[in-house]
């Protein structure tokens, strides 16, 4: 699923302040891609568009070649554009954990015996399947988010958008989160845009995209951006715990690349040790 956003402008009442300010991009089939910003910048209006659910007050977007101007496309678009919001309660409506994830299924009238495949294998994939028959409401907030994504995934999406999944969770489910969509991504090529203000979470992107006032202030990749201190301090970002790390190894005299991978920085250190 490929985005096409083409002079982009949007105000939530007709004359009032641009909350999206002349946005020009692009996001590629398989694109893994992280939206970074200070509150209020317009990251969740942005994402919005990206599904439909906003429509440019000026400019267009195209999802996979289709303007989400025109109400024909608009139905298509959002069933194969999942979004994941901060709180899982906001996107649970059943008490069963499989007839949750079948919600969407069931809305679009879907044959009840492939419901029942879908949602077997959306369990399967976020590694929940011996929770089908519990109740929601004795789940964890980690397990409840994951029980979002299956419903998402059972719709067979080409696009996952995340408004914030994790900000809410703690540290295992946040990683634990992070891996089910790092591998939805790899293995399936589900094109990922996500929003955080967790640095962490962004290093095993392809793409940071940073928000400011409604512009794309700064649209590069993880290496890039983490290893420019230049860049890092005009937007007020750090460097991470690993970044650091590597940094600690250069100034060593080591020759590692700039890398924002733990496996690559890992391997690095097995094959120094192999050589030692
Ligand atoms: N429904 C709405 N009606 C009017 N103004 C809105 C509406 N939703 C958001 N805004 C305004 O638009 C601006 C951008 O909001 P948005 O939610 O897109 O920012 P954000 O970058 O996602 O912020 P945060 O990090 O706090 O989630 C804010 O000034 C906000 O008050
Ligand atoms: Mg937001």
Known sequence: MQFNLNH???SYRLGSRKILDDVSLKIKKGEFVFLLGKNGSGKSTFLKHLNAMLIPTSGEIYVDGKDTKLE???YKIRKTVGMILQNPESQIVNSIVEEDVAFGLENIAEDPKIIQKRVDSALQAIGMQTYKKRMINELSGGQRQKIVIAGVLAMQPDCILLDEPTSMLDTKSRSEILRIIYDLNKKLGITVVW??????EVQCGHRILLMKEGKIALDTTPSELFYNDEILSKFDLKRTELVEFVCNLKKKGLKIKDTTNKEA????????LRKN
């Open 265 to 272: 920085v890992i391997d690095f250190i097995f094959n120094q």
């Open 72 to 74: 024909k496309n608009i």
């Open 8 to 10: 982009v402008t949007f």
């Open 195 to 200: 929003i955080t203000h967790n640095l962490e």
